[in-house]
């Protein structure tokens, strides 16, 4: 954003990378101007309606040949993929935010995103701790 180089700012080309990897869009997407960025794209759907800007190809089941977000009787065993997609999105917004001291702790994102994964690879299916502390996370601290 026209900073000096700094950690700040490698926090927010990691959250626009995850951002373009779960909408499918780049920043520099015909659709974003008059004021309409992908970080604000992103964060007008979270988290009702993040499932519907997200890329199709992510909620495809190959094998199965079916989409997973309009299949019903996937959602109860998707709703804990889907409750880590969403986990990624906010990491995603907190990253991007225009001022650097608002912005994720790198250290914290590489918590949530490791409990995302121990979440997703457990049979069980409740939600991990450090992903529901995501909810109460306060980008200052």
């Given at each position: 954003?026209?900073?000096?180089?700094?950690?700040?700012?490698?926090?927010?080309?990691?959250?626009?990378?995850?951002?373009?990897?779960?909408t499918g869009l780049r920043p520099t997407d015909d659709r974003f101007k008059d004021g309409l960025d992908l970080h604000t794209f992103v964060k007008m759907a979270y988290p009702q309606h993040v499932m519907d800007i997200l890329d199709q190809a992510l909620l495809l089941d190959e094998e199965n040949g079916i989409n997973i977000s309009s299949c019903q009787?996937?959602?109860?065993?998707?709703?804990?993929?889907?409750?880590?997609?969403l986990s990624i999105i906010k990491i995603g917004l907190f990253c991007t935010e225009a001022l650097p001291q608002q912005r994720?702790?790198?250290g914290d994102v590489i918590k949530i995103m490791h409990a995302a994964r121990e979440t997703l690879l457990r049979d069980s299916p409740r939600e991990s701790p450090k992903i529901s502390q995501l909810n109460n996370y306060n980008a200052s601290s």
């Open positions: 954003m026209g900073s000096k180089v700094s950690t700040q700012g490698d926090v927010y080309s990691y959250g626009i990378l995850l951002l373009e990897m779960f009787s996937a959602v109860s065993a998707s709703e804990e993929a889907q409750n880590c997609l994720m702790n790198l």
